[in-house]
Structure formats: structure tokens, C-alpha cells
């Protein structure tokens, strides 16, 4: 199994890089904000309850992110392999997914970390929301608040990683043929 962690603070472009990854290499994507946005279009109570959260641009708590991961992981055993996408967000869900990866003998093969700067990264978020419906792509203050909660709850987790050896730090700005030519190479040397 290739199991690949795509990384970077909100609006860093993991949405879209994950779409080449998982084309090229036939993986299945597993993005936490999307099973989220499903949840809430579902009106299910685990849904109800995130909004909130989401709407505020905090974290919703590890328990629930954790168990989404589960079932969607034991839903496919047989797959060639994941790009978890804005999962982990905490030090206690990169060891949840290292428990569950390792109990099942398909560890991390990598993580992609994509730098942007804070700016940038505000610039685009706001960009995206002229078009993604997304109530937290809408509001200055709210984006910013998503960054903060980034830096302090979810950069820990590229150290995390970095310890173990297996974070590549890329440069997420600029072409997206040309970043995820540089993602390529470095699932190449993970392989
Ligand atoms: P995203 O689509 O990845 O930008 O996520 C949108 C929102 O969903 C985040 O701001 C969080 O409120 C929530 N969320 C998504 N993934 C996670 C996660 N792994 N842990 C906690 N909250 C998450």
C-alpha cells in the first residue's frame, strides 16, 4: 500500500493536488473536511454538531475525526493505497492513524507538507469561496481564525512526522503542473 499524508495549513492546495495524486496513482482520497460537509448535507447528528464548530473555524474533536477514518479505512482494505487530506490536524490523530495504519501492516510511506505563505494563503481562501458555497471560506476574520488554529494545533504535526523521517517539505506556490511535479518526485523517493 502506498499511504500517503498530504499536508499544509487550509487553502494550501491539498484539495487539489489531491485529485492528480489519486489520479496518477490510483489511490482512494480521504479528506476529513469533505466526510464533515457530507455529514452536515445529511442533517445526521454528528453533522449538526461539527457545523457548529466548522463555522467557527475550530477543530472538531479527535474522537469523531478519528472514527470517520476508521470506517472509511476498514470500508477499503483492498485498495492500493490513501492520501489522507486535512487529516491528521493534531499530534493525537497522526497516532491514531499511525495505530490503525501499523495494527493493519500498511504504515505512512510519506507525508507532503506544502508551504504557502500566511497571506497567500488568506488571498486564496477568500478567492475560493466566491465560488465553494463553503460558509468558512466567506469571512476574513474566520479564515484567519482557521490559520491560527493551524499553527497552533496542526503544525506539531509536521515535527511529528519529521521525527520518524518521512516529511517532505515542498513549496506550494507557483504552476500546479510544476508543484505536483515536485509532489511526484517525492512519493517516487518514498516508494
Ligand atoms: P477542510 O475542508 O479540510 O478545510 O476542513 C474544514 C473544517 O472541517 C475545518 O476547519 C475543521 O473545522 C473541520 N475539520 C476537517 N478535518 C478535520 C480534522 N482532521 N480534525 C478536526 N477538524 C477537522
Known amino acids: 500500500m502506498l499511504n500517503l499524508v498530504l499536508f499544509g495549513p487550509p487553502g494550501a492546495g491539498k484539495g487539489t493536488q489531491s485529485a492528480n495524486i489519486i489520479s496518477k496513482y490510483g489511490l482512494i482520497h480521504i479528506a476529513t473536511g469533505d466526510l ?19 463555522k467557527e473555524g475550530l477543530l472538531v474533536p479527535d474522537e469523531v475525526v478519528i472514527g470517520m477514518i476508521n470506517s472509511k479505512f476498514a470500508e477499503n482494505k483492498d485498495a492500493k493505497g490513501f492520501v489522507f487530506d486535512g487529516f491528521p490536524r493534531t499530534v493525537e490523530q497522526a497516532k491514531a492513524l499511525d ?6 501492516g500498511v504504515p505512512i510511506s510519506g507525508v507532503i507538507a506544502l508551504e504557502v505563505s500566511e497571506t497567500i494563503l488568506i488571498e486564496r481562501i477568500l478567492e ?27 503544525e506539531p504535526v509536521a515535527n511529528y512526522y519529521d521525527k520518524q523521517g518521512k516529511l517532505a517539505r515542498l513549496n506550494g506556490i507557483g504552476d500546479i503542473d510544476e508543484i505536483f511535479d515536485s509532489i511526484a518526485a517525492s ?3 518514498f516508494a
Open 36 to 54: 464533515l460537509r457530507s455529514e452536515i448535507s445529511a442533517g445526521t447528528d454528528l453533522g449538526i454538531k461539527a457545523a457548529t464548530l466548522m
Open 99 to 104: 495505530t490503525l495504519l501499523e495494527a493493519n
Open 128 to 154: 475560493r469561496g466566491k465560488t465553494s458555497g463553503r460558509p468558512d471560506d466567506q469571512e476574513k476574520s474566520l479564515v484567519e481564525k482557521r490559520v491560527v488554529e493551524y499553527r497552533s494545533k496542526t
Open 187 to 189: 512519493i517516487n523517493s
